[in-house]
């Protein structure tokens, strides 16, 4: 067998294992039960109260559109928290509902949190996460640029 060959099936294991795990994340997450998620979903639905704007977005911050706030996407993430009534795990975990050409990983870190925190104490953790990793990548340039704002010929 050619090394193309070889190089195609691996690539296509790599490939079909990775769906598998997708699918398997997601029928995990839908074993958690709905009631845990009702606190979640009553956080969010406080804070798009507060910040609904019709035809618009919230811009807490500044005035500019760098730093508005998607509330819409946030909201079709926290209808997807729970399952339809009456749906098995993996049915639940493969509903796509209006969104069939997307895989919902985001669910991977949204339905965990939202058992310990509300929907604003999260936007605060990806805030922080962010912020870290903005300083990570600004001291990891620092380093690599020799100190003297360009590249180091290395």
Known sequence: MSLVKKKIFHLAGIYVALIALFAALLWLLQLIPNSWMTE????????????????????????????????????????????????????????????????????????????????????YINMFIVNILLAAVAIMLYKHTGRQGRLSEN
């Open 40 to 123: 979640a979903q009553e956080s969010f639905q406080h804070v798009w109260g507060d910040e609904y704007i019709e035809g618009g977005y919230p811009s807490p911050m500044f005035a500019t559109g760098q730093s508005d706030l998607d509330i819409y996407t946030d909201s079709a993430m926290y209808k997807r928290l729970t399952a339809d009534e009456g749906m098995t795990a993996l049915e639940a975990a493969m509903d796509m509902q209006d969104y069939p050409r997307y895989w919902h990983g985001y669910l991977t870190v949204l339905k965990p949190l939202s058992i310990f925190f509300t929907y604003r104490e999260i936007r």
